[in-house]
């Protein structure tokens, strides 16, 4: 997977490009299928130029879809050409493709916690098919996200698509490049890394100003997964002044995940421990008086100024970026903890509340998103605000200090919340990483005499020089929160004794991801200067393709004895 830093903008994609389905693409000839061992005329997923988009048959109801992109091209064509820009096109779903949906179906079960077991299966074609019978809007909102990856998959060579995908890559090659942009394209990126990777997200990476209106649109979901669309999705063009519909496999995708957690929460509500957690209107009780106080003049005069980050109980600037303060009373920890051992307890085994994490618990699963929400409208989003909002509306308390930048603080409304767990004989750390959301609180949830080892270890901001420089490590202590950027990186020491556990909520600003203000800040081009030789304690085993090499490098500056090729070593 790992790829040399210069080649990953090695594959322009400066043109117009078209994701369609399978046989599409007319001018890709048949390829082996790994997968089954035959050969299917699996025309792939890309087509690319005005030109060689009216060369596809228009035949049948996929004709019809191409035309339809056509059209919706031909819209924004002089922009989208000016820019020198690549476009995604998502062909309509089932009620143009007519009943059968299955042209699609492959793709199914791609979401991000799913890429890797897709890699290891080779394709995940083979895995789908296995799905057959499973109805069409069941499988509709992972298209997009599907086609999102095959975007990536192009530029992939040896990763699963074979000849198809050589014969793709040639072809793009050879047509004419504008002369704008040239090192613009669309990557599937791992956040940590910015390796491409199988992904859900496509992000589009740009030398210089992107021109308006080209960016994708992105959808954060509860669950932590994301729908993206183009920006050219019909229902995004709309006259200058109007508000926007949400693209249709948005809604299906929302739809279906409201809908499983609504399902998942109403089983659990019957059989909770404590009735009283789950209650919105209770949240003030789960509260330090004294923190109520500070966010209370905020709460009923919506004045972000009349919070004071310094009246939040024992408010700490732990380092540059990170601030901590307590927030909960024990009872609530100690109950929290109970529900979350008590609905564990149960035969259905959880989905894991992150792909890093295996003994854990997504709260929004079990009925509780309700309480949360609460707490990041009604108290963190203020704080946030405050911390990490607009520059003017920055609280007195971080002012000069480094690390507080905006990220949207002040619009944070989507929230992944869950609960993570740490003891010798199960997830003993966590692995260096950045967080999938823009803010993250992380609650202590057991008393510090409970455990031993189990820091939060700190480092620099993704894409910074910095990055993989120790800045602080923190100990968590029961009801106290730590609040920092998600795309700073940090991950959990060992943990040598007891158990630890922390409520984390990962929170978004979608709105602010739609600013060209946060796309310049995501994906403008990095610093160009050499990243400063990293702190061991900073390296992930997971995300640094140089792990292995710098660790070596690290124990030699150190004297230590020489390390076997392959062996990984803990955090
Ligand atoms: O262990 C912790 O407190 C942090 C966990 C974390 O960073 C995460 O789950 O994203
Ligand atoms: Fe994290």
């Known amino acids: 997977m790992s790829k040399s830093p210069g080649e990953k903008g090695s594959v322009p994609l400066n043109f117009l490009h078209i994701l369609v389905g399978r046989d599409a693409f007319t001018s890709v000839t048949e390829r082996s299928d790994r997968v089954t061992g035959g050969i299917s005329a699996d ?30 091209f031909a819209r924004k064509a002089e922009l989208l050409k000016t820019a020198g820009v690549g476009e995604i096109c998502v062909v309509r779903g089932p009620e143009r493709m007519g009943a059968n949906g299955r042209e699609w179906r492959e793709d199914y079960s791609i979401q991000s916690n799913d890429a890797k077991e897709c890699q290891e299966q080779d394709h995940c074609w083979e895995r789908l098919d296995n799905k057959k019978g499973t109805p069409a809007d069941e499988l509709l909102p992972f298209r997009v996200m599907t086609l999102a990856k095959n975007a990536y998959v192009i530029q992939e060579r040896e990763w699963g698509w074979g000849e198809g995908c050589a014969i793709c890559r040639s072809q793009l090659q050879a047509l004419p490049q504008p002369p704008r942009y040239p090192r613009f394209g669309k990557f599937a990126l791992d956040p940590d890394t ?39 999705t019909a229902e995004l063009v709309v006259a200058a002044g109007q508000q926007p519909a949400e693209p249709w496999h948005v809604t299906q995708a929302r ?46 005069s919506g004045q972000p100024e009349q919070l004071q980050i310094r009246r939040l109980p024992n408010v700490r600037l732990e380092t540059e970026g990170i601030v901590s303060f307590d927030c909960f009373t024990q009872e609530f920890c100690k109950m929290l903890l109970e529900e979350v ?21 997504v709260l929004n699963e079990i009925g509780l998103k309700p309480v949360f929400s609460a707490l990041l409208e009604e108290h963190l989003l203020g704080i946030a605000t405050r911390l990490f909002g607009p520059i003017e509306l920055q609280d007195a308390f971080t002012a000069g200090s480094q690390g507080f930048e905006h ?25 260096m990483h950045v967080d999938e959301c823009d803010v993250t609180f992380n609650f202590g949830l057991t008393n510090s005499d409970d455990f031993r080892g189990s820091d939060l270890a700190f480092c620099g901001m993704l894409g910074s020089e910095e990055h993989r420089k ?72 997971e995300h640094d393709s140089d ?24 955090q």
């Open 547 to 570: 792990y292995e090499e710098k660790l070596e490098r690290l124990s030699r500056q150190r004297g230590e004895p020489r390390r076997f090729r392959g062996s990984t070593a803990g």
């Open 43 to 72: 025309r792939t997923l890309f087509y690319n130029t005005d030109g060689e988009l009216k060369k596809a048959p228009p035949f049948g109801t996929f004709g019809q879809a191409l035309k339809e992109c056509q059209e919706m």
């Open 194 to 232: 910015e390796e491409p990777v199988t992904s859900t997200v496509v992000q589009v990476d740009f030398d210089g100003d992107p021109a308006e209106g080209i960016v994708p649109y992105l959808v954060e979901l509860d669950s932590g997964g994301e729908v993206l669309a183009p920006k050219d």
């Open 470 to 541: 120790h800045l602080h490590t923190y100990k968590h202590r029961c009801g106290r929160c730590v609040v920092h950027l998600g795309k700073r990186r940090h991950g959990a020491l060992a943990i040598s004794s007891g158990r630890r556990m922390s409520l984390i909520m990962w929170c978004k600003s979608p709105v602010f991801r739609q600013s060209d203000e946060y796309l310049l800040r995501r994906f403008a081009p990095r610093t160009r200067k050499r990243p400063r030789s990293p702190d061991r304690v900073c390296l992930s085993h």
């Open 255 to 300: 739809g279906s995940e409201q809908r499983e957690l609504r399902r998942r929460g109403m089983e659990y509500a019957g059989q909770a421990k404590h009735p009283a957690l789950f209650q919105p209107s209770q949240l003030h009780r789960w509260l330090l008086p004294s923190f109520l106080e500070a966010t209370s003049a905020w709460r009923s």
């Open 341 to 361: 051992l008590n609905y564990q307890a149960r035969a259905e085994v959880p989905r894991s509340p992150s792909t890093a994490s295996n003994y854990g618990l």
């Open 407 to 431: 990220w949207g603080g002040d619009s944070l409304s989507a929230h992944h919340t869950f609960v993570v767990r740490y003891q010798p004989d199960e997830d003993r750390s966590l692995d």
